[in-house]
């Protein structure tokens, strides 16, 4: 099983590698932001493997906070666009 | 035993959809094709992996917190999608 857990979590950071490629090339601004956002993903998925890899409770709360930064970074990137975050759809005619 | 065996099969479709979505994130050829595939490896990828994981935990609590996680990635990643689709919308499309 602890095998498998490592290769899992193996194969998710050379999805990690794959994601940089995307964000060094573009070519749009989204483009980055969103490889951004799969590498905090696939970062917040390696650290439940190694939750159960090695059994650390702490190990958990530090996935809670890589989901909560990866939002809080593509948050920041549409306000930086336009400060009322592009519009709401909504309220729109 | 079953436990492990259905860990096994559910991480292997977490994986699965992970693939599936960096796949999909190189080789799509704009940006809202690219941030629908982003948004399968968000949602089902980290969502197989951590259903596994619940199977695995020690306790309850650590299921409640393995869910936390999942939740608070679907909501952001749901929101997320939504507000850099309506940002790289092209400017005559009237945002």
Redesign the interface.
């Known amino acids: 099983?602890i095998g498998?857990?490592y290769f899992?979590a193996l194969?998710?950071l050379a999805?990690v590698a794959?994601?940089i490629?995307?964000v060094l090339r573009g070519p749009?601004r989204?483009?980055r932001?969103?490889?951004a956002?799969?590498i905090g993903?696939?970062g917040?998925?390696i650290l439940?493997?190694l939750?159960?890899i090695h059994?650390q409770?702490g190990v958990?709360d530090l996935?809670?906070l890589m989901?909560?930064l990866?939002?809080f970074a593509?948050?920041g990137?549409?306000k930086s666009?336009?400060a009322d975050?592009?519009?709401d759809?909504e309220l729109e005619p | 035993m079953i436990a492990d065996g259905l860990t096994f099969g559910l991480m292997s479709a977490g994986l699965f959809f992970f693939v599936a979505g960096t796949t999909g994130f190189i080789r799509f050829t704009d940006v809202h094709s690219r941030l629908h595939a982003l948004t399968k490896a968000d949602n089902l990828g980290l969502g197989f992996i951590v259903l596994g994981a619940c199977l695995q935990a020690e306790d309850g609590w650590t299921v409640v917190k393995l869910l936390l996680v999942w939740l608070l990635t679907l909501a952001a990643a749901a929101t997320v999608a939504q507000l850099i689709a309506r940002s790289a919308l092209p400017p005559e499309a009237g945002r």
């Open positions: 099983m498998f857990l899992a194969v998710i999805n794959v994601s490629w995307r749009d989204a483009d932001i969103m490889g956002q799969l993903t696939s917040v998925a439940v493997l939750y159960l059994g409770p958990l996935a809670l989901a909560l990866t939002a593509a948050v990137y549409v666009q336009s975050g592009c519009g759809a």
